[in-house]
């Protein structure tokens, strides 16, 4: 029997279409494939992986919005929905926030001394438009 007020949510690696839907995935992979691992490290040595495991935090936390959402939809419209979040895209729109690195002249660094990129891998600076340095 279905139930229209079903909310169920469903995480995946790379979504439940496209050409890499069926390939398996991992947080390490995840952040190679999304860019982070383009912005951690030292510019002029291969990419690093960030510490934890954020490509599989930054998909649990959308996952968690996404079904919050559905269900007040639900309460609202007594309709359930699929809730699907790919580790992929989470991880991907997280890095919007790298564009404020190197900005304002300051001598912004890293926890450990490594100092933060002012340029990616390709040389392009990486600006924002508003930045406010925080001491």
Do not use: W
Request: aromatic fraction near 4%.
């Amino acid at each position: 029997v279905e139930n229209p007020r079903l909310v169920y949510g469903v995480g995946t690696g790379f979504g439940l279409t496209g050409p890499y839907r069926d390939l398996p995935a991992m947080d390490l992979t995840i952040q190679a494939m999304s860019g982070i691992m383009n912005a951690t490290g030292y510019p002029d040595r291969p990419p690093v992986k960030a510490g934890p495991a954020v490509s599989d935090f930054l998909a649990g936390v959308h996952l968690c919005a996404g079904i919050l959402g559905a269900l007040l939809h639900r309460e609202r419209t007594g309709q359930g929905q699929l809730v699907e979040v790919a580790m992929l895209e989470a991880s991907a729109i997280a890095l919007a926030s790298t564009r404020v690195v190197g900005t304002a002249g300051a001598d912004l660094r890293r926890a450990g001394g490594a100092p933060c990129r002012r340029r990616d891998r390709a040389g392009q600076e990486l600006e924002a438009e508003e930045v406010y340095v925080a001491s």
